[in-house]
């Protein structure tokens, strides 16, 4: 589930006040910053979807039947998540 484009500006929005706020952190062009930090929460949003994406499938194409929602469902959710995850090194 990818969030909205108003909660992804949020998201830029609470990063670049937390930016704004480190000693040292001078942001010369804020819009530019904005388009930046926009295009890589984006990009790490949709990798996460893959990646979620990729874990349903792994449970999906086992030979048993795993009922979404369940504790197993869950269980092998979070283990090929995990697994995908330390596959892409994130």
Same mark, same amino acid.
């Given at each position: 589930?990818?969030?909205?484009?108003? #909660? *992804? &500006?949020?998201?830029?929005?609470? !990063?670049?006040? /937390?930016?704004?706020? $480190?000693?040292?952190?001078?942001?010369?062009?804020?819009?530019?910053?904005? #388009? *930046? &930090?926009?295009?890589?929460?984006? !990009?790490?949003? /949709?990798?996460?979807? $893959?990646?979620?994406?990729?874990?349903?499938?792994?449970?999906?194409?086992?030979?048993?039947?795993?009922?979404?929602?369940?504790?197993?469902?869950?269980?092998?959710?979070?283990?090929?998540?995990?697994?995908?995850?330390?596959?892409?090194?994130?």
């Amino acid at each position: 589930m990818t969030p909205s484009d108003e #909660k *992804i &500006l949020a998201m830029v929005n609470r !990063a670049l006040k /937390a930016l704004g706020k $480190e000693k040292g952190v001078t942001l010369f062009d804020q819009d530019t910053a904005r #388009k *930046i &930090l926009r295009q890589a929460i984006a !990009a790490g949003l /949709a990798e996460l979807e $893959e990646v979620h994406k990729k874990a349903e499938e792994k449970i999906l194409s086992l030979s048993r039947k795993v009922a979404p929602g369940t504790r197993e469902w869950d269980e092998l959710f979070a283990r090929y998540v995990d697994e995908e995850r330390r596959r892409r090194g994130l």
